[in-house]
């Protein structure tokens, strides 16, 4: 069983993650894995952030129900589920450190750009399935490697200017899908340790607890607000990858 100071560790890190994503609907693995990928192993890691990130997905899926657009979220999880087993072979087999490096350096450059723009500058309606499920291959492949499949849409999203409850509808339903998709995977490989399970086990009450301040406090802020705090966790969301 792991010591007090490494279970109280674990609940302020998946703590801390449950209520970032259960405001902004994503990057529960970029908060948790700040501080869990210093003291755990990817192959630990990774898994482990993936099943506790599963609950956040579900319980977001039901409270903003109405919102989620699940036709529209296709072409994303038609891509994730492409990436997705590449992703899983490459972290079983490959020294995947580079990619999560260069991944960090482009996420990080991107949130210090639209922090720092002096004006909002958007792309085209976002009505092509075939750049969306490009989009979508590349959150698969990012999210088997980091966990963190919700990056590249969000961005891709952000790109577009769609407002808050648009984007998090297209996003989430992608990041539920991915992470249930290449958890299973991870079991059916049998590269899922016991020690996954009762990191979980003990994470539960934190994970419950972040959940729901963080979903009560998504329909507290307004659009502009909302952006901020999406750049502001891109930002660090890449960093800790690079750090």
Known sequence: ?????????????VFAGAVVSGFAGFAFSAVTGALLLHVIPPLEAVP??????IPVQATNLLVLRKTMQWKGSLGFIAGGLVGIPIAVYLLQNVDTQDFRLGFGVLVSLYAAYALLRPTL????????????ALV????????????????????????????KSESRGLVQPLIAVMQLFALALMLSHHSVTLKVFIDFAISLP??????????????????????????????????????
């Open 1 to 13: 069983m792991p010591d007090t100071s490494m279970c109280i560790l674990l609940s302020a890190a």
């Open 48 to 53: 482990l952030m993936m099943a506790c990130s």
């Open 121 to 132: 500058v958007y792309l085209r309606q976002m009505n092509s399935q075939s750049s969306n």
């Open 136 to 163: 979508g291959f590349g959150a698969g492949l990012v999210g088997g490697l980091t966990a963190m499949p919700g990056a590249l849409p969000v961005i891709w999203c952000d790109m577009h200017g769609l407002p």
């Open 206 to 243: 934190a994970l419950a607890l972040g959940t729901a301040l963080g979903v009560g406090l998504f329909g507290r802020v307004n659009e502009l607000a909302f952006k901020r705090v999406i750049h502001g966790l891109l930002l660090p969301s890449g960093l800790c990858l690079v750090v």
